[in-house]
């Protein structure tokens, strides 16, 4: 089948004689609205916050999301009932588009003692810095940033995907 076989009407496409003026302008994104998945930026916080718990849900861990008043840092708790490798998760989730700061990853590790956890988490749609890195290295925290979230909903069949459509400054 030719080209000219599929052009409406039957009547061939019109060639280009070379002559035309052609002129320039921005790249329109067109796949990024066929994609069909979710984007987890266009979450509020709170939405996000009750995605990430659903998610260990799904995962197998019974969970616990947390009201934004008073929370003291712990926006869910999943707990793992395995004897060997289970115990308690704060699970701290950040819908950031920016890097998060190593602050916040200290300010995780601090509740995990608090709240006698086994385990903190952070979650992210972003990413982080050598520093957070730095600091949670050899601590019981895991620092999952937005490649380790979509991967996580992939596993678990969970449609969704991080797309930041504001424009950045040249």
């Known amino acids: ?9 039957g009547t061939p496409p019109s060639r280009s004689t070379g002559s035309e003026h052609c002129s320039s302008s921005d790249p329109v994104d067109i796949i990024s609205d066929i994609d069909k998945r979710p984007n987890l930026l266009d979450l509020h916080h709170k939405e996000f916050e009750a995605f990430i718990q659903n998610l260990f849900a799904k995962m197998g861990f019974d969970t616990k999301l947390y009201q ?3 929370d003291g840092g712990v926006d869910c708790v999943a707990y793992d009932p395995h004897p060997i490798k289970g115990g308690k998760f704060i699970v701290q989730a950040k819908l950031y588009t920016k890097t998060v700061e190593p602050t916040h990853v200290r300010d995780l590790y601090g509740t995990v003692q608090h709240e006698g956890a086994t385990k903190g988490i952070m979650i992210t749609t972003s990413g982080y810095g050598p520093d957070s890195y730095k600091f949670a290295n050899g601590k019981p925290l895991n620092l999952i940033d937005g490649a380790g979230l979509l991967s996580l909903c992939h596993q678990h069949n969970i449609p969704a995907r991080i797309l930041n459509r504001r424009k950045k400054k040249p």
């Not at 089948?1 to 009407?9: K, Q």
């Open 68 to 70: 934004a008043s008073g």
């Open 1 to 9: 089948m030719t080209f000219e076989s599929i052009t409406r009407e």
